[in-house]
């Protein structure tokens, strides 16, 4: 998957504890991310951001909060892990909607919250 | 509220036999269509987007193809190695991407 990456791609979490998910592109996108994906659930969106320094609501976004630090940096955090965010998580990012743009997806972050 | 339905859930075909992959929507203002295919373990890959009814995209035995209210994958003579979970995503004027649930095909040697 070209250019969109995610930092750690394993964790496990204590019930309380808090973490954040990094995640970069290096295709000058202007919208980036971040999903849940749980068996039989598909993806599920959390947050996105359409440009630099604006962020939205998703499907799913109770305990979570974003950051977009820049154009290339897109965080989630966890502010307090529960066993029920036990997830893979996906971060992506797009050129604006218009044809020729497309959006690619990282690898995936498998987070486990015991 | 903007839904997007995928069908069937789950497909066996025997490899060879033709089938096709159905998307239903309902969003207000159309900004894309795509098409992602996903492997167990691995981030969905990018197949194909379309943004006006009636438009078509083709690579090797995969076919996708747009109306106003849905969108077909259509698979040709399909090989084991296109087993995967097949999804699709709709992208409204304000960036959002909504996912259906998938649809997983199996293809049978």
């Known amino acids: 998957n070209a250019g969109v990456t995610q930092t750690p791609k394993f964790q496990v979490l204590k019930t309380g504890q808090s973490m954040t998910l990094q995640c970069a592109q290096d295709?000058?996108?202007?919208?980036m991310y971040w999903y849940r994906q749980d068996p039989g659930m598909g993806l599920r969106l959390i947050y996105y951001s359409a440009s630099e320094g604006t962020t939205d609501k998703g499907e799913v976004p109770n305990g979570y909060n974003v950051s977009r630090l820049n154009k290339r940096e897109f965080s989630l955090r966890l502010e307090s892990a529960a066993p029920s965010q036990t997830s893979v998580y996906f971060c992506a990012s797009g050129g604006r909607a218009e044809p020729g743009n497309t959006i690619y997806f990282g690898e995936g972050s498998w987070l486990t919250v015991v | 509220e903007d839904q997007v339905t995928q069908s069937p859930e789950a497909l066996r075909l025997q490899e060879g036999e033709s089938s096709s992959l159905n998307c239903s929507y309902t969003v207000s203002g159309l900004r894309g269509l795509f098409w992602y295919r996903q492997d167990p373990g691995k981030g969905p890959e990018f197949l194909f987007t379309?943004?006006?009814a009636g438009e078509e995209k083709e690579k090797e035995r995969l076919k996708a193809t747009l109306t106003k209210k849905e969108s077909f994958l259509h698979i040709t003579a399909p090989k084991p190695e296109d087993s995967a979970t097949y999804l699709c995503a709709v992208r409204e004027r304000n960036e959002k991407l909504t996912f259906g649930t998938g649809t997983r095909l199996t293809i049978i040697p």
């Open positions: 379309l943004y006006s």
């Open positions: 295709m000058n996108h202007n919208s």
